[in-house]
């Protein structure tokens, strides 16, 4: 069988197993699992997986993840990972689809948490299930092993827990057989069907930001006999913005403290205070440096007022980095799925995806694939097209996925995956 007629046999098989993807979006989507906890969506996944009757089926890696091993009846060494992330999110859904989660997680550390799928992990865990079917089923042409990676707690672990991709490294789950190449996508805003990829860093590095201000509790009648820590977390607060004046323009940071939490009660001054929060750096080289300027603003915001402060960095991420070499191997391939003028390059973001330990390691590519009502205007802004939701971003409440382009991203998990085994998507190849 030629190549042609190969990619027409996976495009083929890829219509026939759409209702059943569709299936599984909406079953996982209606019973979210926050990150470590996804217990029930690992055993719908290892299930389907032995139903396939694969090689091998690894469970219970880093937690909750799921690796699949199918090898091919050709003699090829070359071996595939492809990757999708399974957690939900600690946001209320409003998505408005028929099949919207109710879900609230009552024991979740911080909780309690509504929970929902409002980043497309349903998606990404529903498109891959609906690859491995094909391939499974055409394993005698496949010149090589996939591995079908399903990823927990992407969206990271509660802060005393280990977990996500650098787990599942550490553990080796992509140690025997290593893959030769990555690929996975991402689900976003971008119009429906477009397939968005980047040279350089697709996706930035992170870092989670803990600041302890400590103080000296005392009764709220009396404050001049304790230490109040709120206005040095109120410095910061306002001070934190500053931080971005002080990096390059033309190389995107963001500081954003998004949670605090206070230690005591109405009338009394509490003894500490702990804020939560995130850097995001367009260049990773930059984090160090940011680092220290959000320790400095808090260490003297505090003296200021007298108390003490700790800063922690923790579950850094670096970004996803895809070099010129990897993106001219997949760019045929990518076109020949969705389409010359649907594959475009697209702007840097701030987001973050631990698959960047993974496609950093092992080479490969991480693409978005557009799933919503809008059109691109000017080469970069986002409007929304005539009758449509528009553009609604990843955790976001209102963040929605068109059922439609789930079997797109079934073909582009398994051309890639050919192309590579074959030979054809590999730089030099």
């Not at 690992?42 to 799921?66: F, P, Q």
């Not at 408005?96 to 909780?111: K, L, N, R, T």
């Not at 992170?206 to 230490?227: A, D, F, L």
């Not at 496609?359 to 490969?364: C, I, L, M, Y």
């Amino acid at each position: 069988m030629s190549d042609s007629a190969l990619h027409d046999e996976l495009d083929r098989r890829a219509g026939e197993v759409t209702d059943q993807v569709v299936k599984w979006r909406h079953h996982i989507h209606q019973h979210p699992e926050l990150s470590n906890r996804e217990a029930e969506t690992a055993r719908l996944i290892a299930e389907h997986l032995r139903s396939l009757e694969l090689d091998e089926v690894r469970t219970d890696i880093a937690g909750h993840g799921v690796v699949g091993v199918l090898r091919g009846g050709g003699s090829g060494e070359r071996v595939i990972a492809l990757r999708a992330d399974i957690d939900a999110l600690p946001v209320k859904d409003l998505s408005g689809v028929p099949f919207a989660s109710e879900v609230i997680d009552e024991d979740y550390p911080g909780g309690p948490f509504p929970v929902s799928h409002a980043c497309g992990h349903d998606c990404h865990t529903a498109m891959l299930l609906g690859a491995a079917t094909v391939l499974a089923g055409m394993r005698e042409r496949l010149p090589g092993t996939v591995l079908f990676v399903f990823q927990p707690a992407e969206e990271g672990p509660p802060i005393d827990e280990k977990g996500g991709a650098r787990e599942m490294l550490d553990q080796g789950a992509l140690s025997d057989p290593a893959p030769t190449m990555v690929f996975g996508m991402h689900v976003g805003p971008i119009p429906k069907g477009v397939v968005g990829y980047r040279v350089g860093n697709q996706y930035g590095a992170s870092c989670m930001i803990k600041i302890e201000i400590g103080g000296t509790q005392v009764h709220g009648s009396t404050p001049w006999m304790g230490v109040d820590p709120m206005p040095a977390v109120g410095a910061i607060l306002t001070g934190i913005g500053q931080i971005y004046r002080q990096t390059n323009a033309f190389d995107p940071v963001t500081v954003s403290l998004g949670h605090i939490e206070d230690v005591g009660r109405f009338n009394i001054i509490g003894e500490t205070v702990t804020m939560w929060g995130t850097i995001r750096c367009s260049v990773e080289s930059d984090m160090a440096e940011v680092q220290q300027r959000v320790s400095t603003l808090a260490h003297g915001c505090a003296a200021a007022y007298g108390c003490t402060a700790k800063c922690e960095f923790l579950q850094d991420v670096p970004a996803v980095h895809h070099t010129q070499e990897w993106v001219d191997a997949g760019l045929p391939t990518l076109r020949r799925v969705a389409g010359d003028d649907k594959v475009l390059e697209t702007p840097p973001t701030l987001g973050y995806d631990d698959v960047s330990e993974f496609v950093n390691k092992f080479g490969g590519l991480y693409v978005m694939l557009g799933v919503q009502d809008t059109e691109i205007v000017d080469g970069t802004r986002l409007v929304p097209i005539e009758g449509g939701r528009g553009a609604v971003p990843n955790h976001n409440p209102h963040f929605y996925a068109d059922d439609d382009q789930l079997v797109t991203g079934v073909r582009l998990h398994t051309h890639v995956a050919y192309d590579h085994l074959a030979g054809e998507l590999t730089p030099g190849g």
